[in-house]
């Protein structure tokens, strides 16, 4: 079982396009959305839920109005103002949205009459595709902690991958740098970065790639919109390379993509397309490079 991470430094650079089509073209692999902040893998997936499970990541304070003494100990210690007394003035109430979950709140309350409790973040869902399994979530809103449903929902993954003898996990990765990515490659097989030919996603490329290293990942790349800035789309190639990354192509700009998303499925379902042929021979050479490494390490 290989997973495979879709990442790209930087929102809208094409990496859930090219993540649904690399499940559609693996023939049967578990499809994980570990973008829970903003999900949208399920867009172009068809995907039909049958299991949803609440995610419990955090705990928020509440005061027991019962137990409030009103003596203001709570609002003079919280650091985030989401401490007020109610409307009648007597006894001190929490804001949910503004609470940080810190506890600090819970801990020093003379009267313990603040209860510091396990709260619902979002919700995750195990979905049946058109293209096999999908493991994919939804963090609420204003909430945190997504860095353990991403590790969450790559648990899940795994296991139905285990039970069911599936050979993939294609993960379709948040964009950034930060704590959800670090939960998204630690532990996984390798990295697809996709990148576009600006100033900018030359310099996200260069970012991402430099944290795949940090972790030991295997990172490979490709270039979408490559044919319109095609000087640039190869100094960013050649650039990678020097980093130590595999370019495994370009991806051609092709109003397939958007047609693609109107139908809500793959650019890959789309056969004869300019972008669906170039994902096709992405995905091919993907498998070739993995299969070519993991013979090198058995010589090893």
């Known amino acids: 079982m290989k997973e495979i991470v879709v990442i790209s430094g930087k929102g809208g650079a094409g990496k859930t396009s090219l993540a649904a089509s690399l499940a559609a073209l693996a023939g049967r692999a578990v499809a994980a959305d570990c973008d829970v902040d903003a999900a949208d893998l ?6 039909r839920t049958i299991r949803a499970e609440n995610f419990f990541g955090g705990k928020k304070a509440s005061v027991n109005p ?3 003494s009103g003596c203001g100990r709570c609002k003079d210690l919280c650091r985030f103002e989401a401490i007020t007394r109610d409307e009648e003035g007597s006894v001190y109430e929490v804001d949910a949205l503004s609470c940080e979950g810190c506890g600090v709140c819970s801990y ?30 939804r963090l609420g809103v204003a909430e945190e902690n997504s860095g353990k449903l991403v590790a969450l929902v790559r648990k899940q993954a795994r296991i139905i991958a285990e039970r069911e003898g599936i050979p993939f996990i294609i993960v379709d ?27 900018s996603g030359e310099h996200d490329m260069e970012r991402v790639s430099r944290l795949a290293a940090y972790f030991n990942i295997p990172a490979y790349l490709c270039v979408n919109k490559y044919d319109i800035n095609p000087g640039l789309s190869k100094k960013i ?3 990678a390379r020097a980093d130590g990354l595999k370019v495994l192509g370009g991806i051609h700009y092709d109003r397939s993509v958007t047609e693609a998303q109107i139908k809500k499925q793959p650019v890959a379902a789309l056969n004869g397309s300019t972008a669906s042929e170039d994902m096709r021979k992405i995905w091919i050479n993907l498998v070739d490079q993995i299969k070519k490494e993991k013979r090198e390490e ?3």
């Open 66 to 68: 019962a137990r409030c």
């Open 298 to 300: 058995g010589r090893v």
């Open 173 to 199: 990765g948040p964009p950034g740098l930060g704590c959800p990515v670090i939960a998204s490659i630690t532990g996984a097989d390798a990295v697809l970065i996709v990148t576009e030919p600006t100033v």
């Open 237 to 239: 190639s050649d650039r």
């Open 108 to 137: 020093f309350c003379p009267e313990k009459a603040i209860d510091f409790k396990l709260v619902v973040n979002g919700q995750w869902f195990v979905s049946d595709t058109p293209y096999g399994p999908m493991v994919h979530a």
């Open 42 to 47: 399920h867009l172009v997936m068809s995907p």
